[in-house]
């Protein structure tokens, strides 16, 4: 592995090391492959979730590819890949890659990147922690990706694939073999959508208790870094919301396997078989789902929240603007995302006054998203700021939030939902948000801690380059989704220039999938970058940035056991806007008051 030859040299170099040598004695498969150490399972995720991108990122190409040129062959890859289709994207198989391409990016890259990832990787180190809480679970945690991945992979190959798209509705979803693609396939999607569930569940307790009981002395709840309360928050979001798809998964589950009728009304027939008698309801799968899958988009998001205002902190030179503002916002973001899910379900038939209800709902949730927006912009107002790649992606993020939270005030008014429901529109927001902020969150605390992971620098001119090109295919891609829906544009269909009123929307399909593929073209420069930088990266030291959080106080990479000495905590990571401080832009949280003047 990669990862192992940078970790054991630095870690052999380091001063303290004998007081973490009764640590170091470990085979190397429980060094680097079952390994309990927090950073190397963030790595383990971090290298897995590139993979998925990988796999993920192709899908979306084939969906483009279908989209701009309905029916034709791919060049080089339809004969080898889709022999079965006869070379071609059925639409059969357009809806298994549809399902397939947001089950990878939701389920095995955003949510396991920002809390997989990022969450382990910083938790303890932010915090000042030597490790997790529960270390052995945290490596389960880790290892339980590995069923669902082999579930989901199995599924996609299997005979039909799973095609009752990534939220599975019933009746589809719920009986067997009722339709093609309804087989065998969607119930092993099901086993794998239980095996994350299992997965995060294990991160999420580990990241409060560690976050709640192993903060070094003197770190208060206010003296944690943003980062650190926004995963804080999602954790608690992961433990309160997640029980409640997989006992829905587990429920759809048995209307499948073992003939219960949770999701299943009295008289369907299927397969000439005897009419159910189950008094089952179709809608209780979307009130469970979105119960869980609407504070999901928070978990999607809010790690990427709390790790820009700290990139933008330290690369403005400046604190956070309004800290306690920016944690009381991305709390009621939380709390509201429980109480808005039925924006899903507006055109499900409910009662127009529940819509009423959710609509307002949903549109509080602007009130904390400008909050935060203000605040971002106030961190970067006035600053001495440095135009590094970190700085462009933080500041990408921002402003794709803007747009796609605009939308989302589209969408969240019952009279314009009903009109744009299931449209690109949807497709459009969805992805101004999960790719134009998360991503682009992603991007730049991959940059901002790959000295603190593996010791070195990455490229600027190439994370430039990355980034000019990935935020261009972005908007390119994903902006004219708006026109497409408004067009009336339905979202899932494999050709819908079969439709005459949608003929005039082929050309600027076209140019969205040109734009498509840049996008594409552009990672293999990220990639490029990451892996080169591992053999040719500057040696990067202790604090690169000068940043003023706790990480940045441990050697780069720091070894197992983190820290030379258990770090003392002063003050919070912003409080450095003290005049008689003589160097206000770095204060290490460290630093006694003492020395300060
Ligand atoms: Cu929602």
Redesign the pocket.
Known sequence: MIVSSTISAESAAMPAGEHHAHHDNRWWITKYVFSTDHKVIGIQFLLTTFLMLIIGGAMALAIRWQLAFPWAQIPWISEALFAQHGGQITPEFYTVLFTMHGTVMIFLVIIPILAGAFGNFLIPLMIGADDMAFPKLNMLSYWFMWPAIFCFGLSFLYEGGPSAGWTSYPLLAALYDSAPGSGFAQTLWLWGITFTGVSSMMGSINYMTTIINMRAPGMTFFRMPLTIWSMFITAALQAFALPVLTAAGLMLLADRELGTCFFVPAGIVVNNAAPTVGGGQTLLWQHLF?FY??PA?YIMLLPAMGMVSDMLATMCRKPVFGYRPMVYSMSAIAGL?FI??G??MFISGMNPALGMTFMVA?IMIALPSAVKVFNWIGTIWGGRIEFNTVTLNSIAFVSMFIVGGLSGIFMAAVPVDIYIHDTYFIVAHFHYILFGSTLFGVFGAIQYWYPKMFGKMMSERLGKIHFVLTFIGMNGTFFPMHMLGIAGMPRRYANPYLHEYLEHLLPLNQFMTYAAILMAAAQLIFFVNFFGSLMFGKKAGRNPWNANTLEWQAPSPPPHGNFDAPPLVYRGPYEYSNPAHPQADYWPQSEPPESAS
């Open positions: 979105w899958s609407h988009v995302g808005v899910w924006h899903h949903t």
